[in-house]
C-alpha cells in the first residue's frame, strides 16, 4: 500500500538506533504510525519536531503491518498551534 499525503507529526518516539516510530495526523487519512528510518541523522532530525506539517510518502507491504515514511517539511508551526489545530478538528468533527 502506498499513498502521498500531508500532516501534522503527533508524537516520535526512538526504534533501534537510527529510527524514529511516529504518528501523523493526515489530511485524508487520519492518524497514522510509521516508522522513519534515520530520523535521527543530522539531515532531518530538525524539522521533525512535534507540530510541523509535513509532507508524506507511506510505503507499506500490506494493510495489516506498519509502514514506514518518508517525508519533507512543508512548514514549521510551534507545539501550541498543533493543541489549537487539533481542538478544532474535533470540535469541528462534532459538529458535523
Known sequence: MNWIDEGFLI?????????LITEFFTKDRGKISGIIFGGTSKKIKNYLQI???LHINY?????????????????????????????YLALFQLQI
Open 11 to 19: 508524537s516520535k518516539n526512538r526504534y533501534n538506533e537510527n529510527s
Open 59 to 87: 510505503n507499506s507491504k500490506s494493510d495489516n503491518r506498519i509502514g514506514y515514511f518518508k517525508v519533507e517539511i512543508l512548514d514549521a508551526y510551534s507545539h501550541y498551534t498543533l493543541i489549537i489545530n487539533r481542538n
Open 51 to 53: 507540530g510541523n506539517r
